[in-house]
C-alpha cells in the first residue's frame, strides 16, 4: 500500500474560515491521517487523484438519527406527531433483527453516498452492528435505545428490556473501547418515556463509568407543558436537576426551552443537535439557534430519522436550517452559511468523539469529501463555501475518506454493496406493510 495518497488540484476547505485554492491535500492510508496541505507539489501519479473539478471539505457528521429506521422511508408523512407515532410503533414492532440490520445497512449507503463520515445514533445496538458499522469504514456514538426499566424496546428483534440495555451499556462500550470508529452512550429515549428515576440512574451510572448520555429534549411544546404540569419544570430543568448536565450529554432538539434552559444546555460537554427537516415535518416547531449560538451552547446538526425526514442529506439541512433561521427572525444576518457548515462539522465531530476536530489539517484525520463543480448549480464558483452552504446536494459528492480509508470512490461505494443492501430492504418493507395491510407499490 502506498504511504501516501495526494489529491490534487481541488479547492480545499480546510474549515469554514478557509478556502485554498488549486491545492494538494494527502493523506496515509496505515495512518488514517492528513499528511500535507498546501500548494501542489507537481502533477498526479498513478494512485494520486486528479481533483481539478472537486471541492475537498471535512466530512459531515450527522449529530441525530435513528439509522435502522430507513425502513419506514414514507410510512406515516402527513399527520400529527401523536398519530404519526403509533403509526410508527406498528411498523417497529415487526422488525427483526435482520429487518434492523438491513435498515442500518441502507442508512450509512445514503450516509456515505451524501458525504456524511460519522453519525450519532440511538436505537438497538449490539455488537453485530457495531461490527457492521466498522465494516463499513463509518464512525458512529451509538447509544442502545431505553425506554423504560420494564420496556421491551424491539421486541421482535430482541427480549431485551431498559434494565438489561442498561447493564450491558458498559460492557458493549468495553467490548469496542479499542476501535476508533466507534463509542458508546447511555441512551434513556426522554424525561416523558423514562422518567426522573431512570434518568437519575443513568447519570450515576455515567459518572462512575464515563459513558456520555444521548436523550430527546423538549421537541414539542406538549412535552414541555406536560413536564411543567407534573414535574413543575421544563424537561431540559429536569435533566439539569438529575446530574445530566454534569455529564458529557448530547441532546436532539431542544425546539422549546423556558428561561434559564440555554444556560443548562450551554455547560461543558453538553451538545445539541438541530434537526431543522425533521422538526418541521413533525410540526414541532423552529428552534432558537441563534439565541443558543448567543448564550455559547455548542451547536450540530442532525437529520433525525428518515421517518421524520424522508432522507439523511446533511445538505439539505445546512440550506433548510439556515434559511428557517433567517426566515424566523426576519434578518439574512441572524445564521450565515459558514455557521451552518460549522454546525455540521466541527459541532458534529463534537458530538461524535472526544478531541476529533471536523476540520482538515496536517496531523488530523483523514475524514473528507470530495464534491463535483462542473453542475451548473456550481457555476459560476463565486466562494465554494457559498455552494457548500446553499447550492450542493448529497448527489454532488464523488469520494468520500474516513480515517484514511476511501469508502466512496468516483460514486461507487467500496465497502458496501448497495445493490444487494437496497433489494433486500425492498423485500422487508414489502413483508412487513403486508403484514399491516397496507397498499404496495414498487
Not at 452492528?129 to 421491551?152: E, Q
Not at 429534549?217 to 438529575?242: K, M, N
Not at 421517518?307 to 427572525?329: P, V, W, Y
Request: aromatic share 4%; charged share 20%; hydrophobic share 45%.
Amino acid at each position: 500500500m502506498s504511504t501516501e495518497i495526494r489529491i490534487v488540484g481541488a479547492s480545499v476547505v480546510p474549515h469554514p474560515g478557509a478556502v485554498l485554492a488549486h491545492a494538494e491535500i494527502a493523506l496515509s492510508p496505515s495512518s488514517g491521517l492528513i499528511t500535507y496541505l498546501g500548494p501542489i507539489r507537481g502533477p498526479a501519479g498513478p494512485v494520486d487523484v486528479d481533483a481539478r473539478d472537486r471541492i475537498v471539505a471535512p466530512g459531515l457528521v450527522n449529530a441525530h438519527t435513528h439509522a435502522a429506521m430507513t425502513l419506514l422511508r414514507g410510512h406515516s408523512d402527513d399527520v400529527p406527531l401523536r398519530e404519526w407515532l403509533t403509526a410508527i410503533r406498528a411498523f417497529e414492532l415487526r422488525m427483526t433483527f435482520e429487518d434492523i440490520r438491513a435498515g442500518l445497512g441502507l442508512a450509512m449507503v445514503e450516509m456515505i453516498r451524501s458525504g456524511t463520515i460519522g453519525f450519532v445514533d440511538m436505537h438497538l445496538w449490539d455488537g453485530t452492528l457495531l461490527a457492521d458499522v466498522c465494516a463499513a469504514g463509518m464512525r458512529v456514538r451509538a447509544a442502545p435505545a431505553v425506554f423504560g426499566y420494564d420496556a421491551v424496546a424491539y421486541p421482535g428483534a430482541t427480549p431485551e428490556t431498559g434494565a438489561q440495555v442498561l447493564d450491558r451499556t458498559p460492557d458493549l462500550a468495553a467490548e469496542f473501547a479499542g476501535e476508533d470508529l466507534v463509542r458508546v452512550s447511555y441512551g434513556p429515549h426522554a424525561p416523558y418515556s423514562c422518567g426522573p428515576g431512570l434518568l437519575g440512574d443513568v447519570a450515576s451510572r455515567a459518572a462512575v463509568n464515563g459513558l456520555g448520555v444521548h436523550i430527546h429534549l423538549s421537541e414539542t411544546r406538549a412535552e414541555v407543558d406536560e413536564s411543567i404540569d407534573r414535574h413543575g419544570i421544563s424537561p431540559i430543568a429536569l435533566a439539569g436537576r438529575l446530574g445530566l448536565f454534569a455529564l458529557r450529554t448530547h441532546v436532539a432538539h431542544a425546539v422549546h426551552p423556558r428561561p434559564g434552559d440555554h444556560q443548562l444546555l450551554a455547560a461543558p460537554g453538553i451538545t445539541v443537535s438541530h434537526n431543522p427537516i425533521s422538526n418541521l415535518k413533525l410540526g414541532a416547531g423552529i428552534a432558537p439557534i441563534a439565541d443558543y449560538r448567543t448564550a455559547g451552547v455548542a451547536l450540530a446538526l442532525g437529520s433525525d430519522s428518515v421517518a421524520s425526514n424522508n432522507a439523511a442529506d446533511l445538505f439539505q439541512e445546512i440550506k433548510i436550517g439556515t434559511l428557517l433561521q433567517r426566515g424566523a427572525h426576519h434578518d439574512p444576518g441572524v445564521q450565515s452559511g459558514l455557521e451552518a457548515l460549522a454546525m455540521a462539522t466541527s459541532g458534529g465531530a463534537a458530538a461524535l468523539a472526544d478531541r476529533l476536530p471536523g476540520r482538515l489539517g496536517v496531523g488530523e484525520p483523514a475524514d473528507l469529501v470530495m464534491v463535483d463543480t462542473t453542475a451548473p448549480s456550481a457555476t459560476p464558483m463565486t466562494d465554494p463555501r457559498s455552494f457548500l452552504a446553499f447550492a450542493a446536494t448529497g448527489a454532488d459528492v464523488t469520494d468520500v475518506f474516513i480515517a484514511g480509508r476511501r469508502v466512496l470512490e468516483d460514486r461507487r461505494l467500496t465497502t458496501l454493496d448497495e445493490q444487494a443492501i437496497r433489494a433486500d430492504v425492498g423485500e422487508r418493507v414489502r413483508r412487513i406493510r403486508t403484514e399491516l395491510g397496507l397498499p404496495l407499490f414498487g
